[in-house]
């Protein structure tokens, strides 16, 4: 079964952009019928829905981010990433990858990658 | 965008009781409605899918019921492997939104 990890800098400066990178093992991103999503968790607070893409790099994203949110995909690697620029203190959070299967209507996100923390500061 | 208030925010059980968690939508979303488990330091996992449907493995003690803006999940005798904060999610529109947590605690 598919498996997802996330990588990238822990620490990201204010003004600056965050990029993370989703791996998936144990199953290939590019079969279709899935969109493979980027999901947020601020400290102590609830979850928050940054954006999917399709394999064939098709994106949806959170109008409340769209602005400043560029989520990608590699198939030869078997990633998909996540930019985010213009970040402050607002954008510390854990980043989790996270996949929704397409073929069903109700859009739930599993599996999930063990998730990981990125703190804006300088 | 979609507000889904959960409530409580907040409980403490015992092991073996009965535990009924609400989540509420602040406008119709017919059954796009689902529930996640998070355990401290790790992802949330997926409970249940559209109200009823338990994910494969999530024992038959996790239900769920509700449709329109009103939902509830139920933990038919709490486990000590159930504590854990629990969110809903509706997946009717975009943007996809979740609740705000409820975070059950031993007793």
């Known amino acids: 079964q598919v498996q997802l990890q996330e990588s990238g800098p822990g620490l990201v400066k204010p003004s600056q952009t965050l990029s993370l990178t989703c791996t998936a093992s144990g199953g290939s991103i590019s079969t279709g019928g899935y969109h493979w999503s980027w999901i947020r968790q601020h400290p102590r607070k609830g979850l928050e829905w940054i954006g999917y893409i399709y394999y064939s790099g098709s994106t949806y994203y959170n109008p409340s981010l769209q602005s400043r949110v560029t989520i990608s995909i590699d198939t030869s690697r078997n990633q998909f990433s996540l930019k985010l620029t213009s970040v402050t203190a607002a954008d510390t959070a854990v980043y989790y990858c996270?996949?929704?299967?397409?073929?069903?209507?109700?859009?739930?996100?599993?599996?999930w990658g063990q998730g990981t923390l990125v703190t804006v500061s300088s | 965008d979609i507000q889904m208030t959960q409530s409580p925010s907040s409980l403490s059980a015992s092991v073996g009781d009965r535990i009924t968690i609400t989540c509420r939508a602040s406008q119709s979303i017919s059954t796009y409605l689902n529930w996640y488990q998070q355990k401290p330091g790790k992802a949330p996992k997926v409970l249940i899918y559209?109200?009823?449907n338990l994910q494969s493995g999530v024992p038959s003690r996790f239900s769920g019921s509700g449709s329109g803006t009103d939902f509830t999940l139920t933990i038919s005798s709490l486990q000590p492997e159930d504590f854990a904060t629990y969110y809903c999610q509706e997946s009717h529109s975009s943007p996809l939104t979740f609740g705000g947590g409820t975070k059950v605690e031993i007793k």
């Open positions: 996270a996949r929704v299967d397409r073929s069903m209507p109700y859009n739930w996100f599993d599996p």
């Open positions: 559209a109200v009823s």
